[in-house]
Structure formats: structure tokens, C-alpha cells
């Protein structure tokens, strides 16, 4: 069985950090692209941050050099590193597991409130 559980997720003030972090089970974990994903009230899923199975990542603009995202496969997580947090960074952030050869797989999501 296939899971993925985000945790770290919580109440935190402007220009504050957070760390979450993603830990899958029952998949070949390095053979998967893991993507962060967010999704605020009333606005569609958006992909923040993606890391390949050969480590190279991506970002979405809004958060280029403030979010890193990170991978341990001996651990089987990734990690997302959220710098320098604004109100707009508010959401529910899902990890998802992607490979070629597999359907997708999503976590359940862990709230991320940025707020004074």
C-alpha cells in the first residue's frame, strides 16, 4: 500500500520559515519525481517545487529563492524548506510521487497558515 504523509505544517508570522516534510512508503522511492503542490481557498492546485529522481529541481516564480526543496532516499522524504513566508504562501500543501511507468500518488495535505 502506498502512502504519503506530509507533516510540518502550522500557524507561522510573516517573514517566518517552515519545514515540511514528505515520508512515502510503498513505492521504489529514488525512481520517483516528488513534487510539493499547493492549494489555497477558492484557487486551483499549483505546483511549487519539484525535485527529479536525478535530484535536479524546479520551482514555481512566486517562490524562487525563498523554497528548497530537498530529497532523502535512504529516508524516502522530501523536504520543503519555505523561507521568508508571506500571507500569500497560505495553503494546503500536498507532496505528490510521479514515475513513467506508475499512476500518481498524493499525500493528504498539511495547512500552512502565514498570518500576524
Known amino acids: 500500500q502506498v502512502q504519503l504523509v506530509e507533516s510540518g505544517g502550522g500557524l507561522v508570522q510573516p517573514g517566518g520559515s517552515l519545514r515540511l516534510s514528505c515520508a512515502a512508503s510503498g513505492i521504489i522511492f529514488r525512481i520517483y519525481a516528488m513534487g510539493w503542490y499547493r492549494q489555497a481557498p477558492g484557487k486551483q492546485r499549483e505546483l511549487v517545487a519539484l525535485?527529479?529522481?536525478?535530484?535536479?529541481?524546479s520551482y514555481a516564480d512566486s517562490v524562487k529563492g525563498r523554497f528548497t526543496i530537498s530529497r532523502d532516499n535512504a529516508k524516502k522524504t522530501v523536504y520543503l524548506q519555505m523561507n521568508s513566508l508571506n500571507p500569500e504562501d497560505t495553503a494546503v500543501y500536498y507532496c505528490?510521487?510521479?514515475?513513467?511507468?506508475?499512476?500518481?500518488?498524493w499525500g493528504q495535505g498539511t495547512q500552512v497558515t502565514v498570518s500576524s
Open positions: 525535485i527529479r529522481s536525478d535530484s535536479t529541481t
Open positions: 505528490k510521487a510521479d514515475s513513467r511507468a506508475n499512476p500518481p500518488y
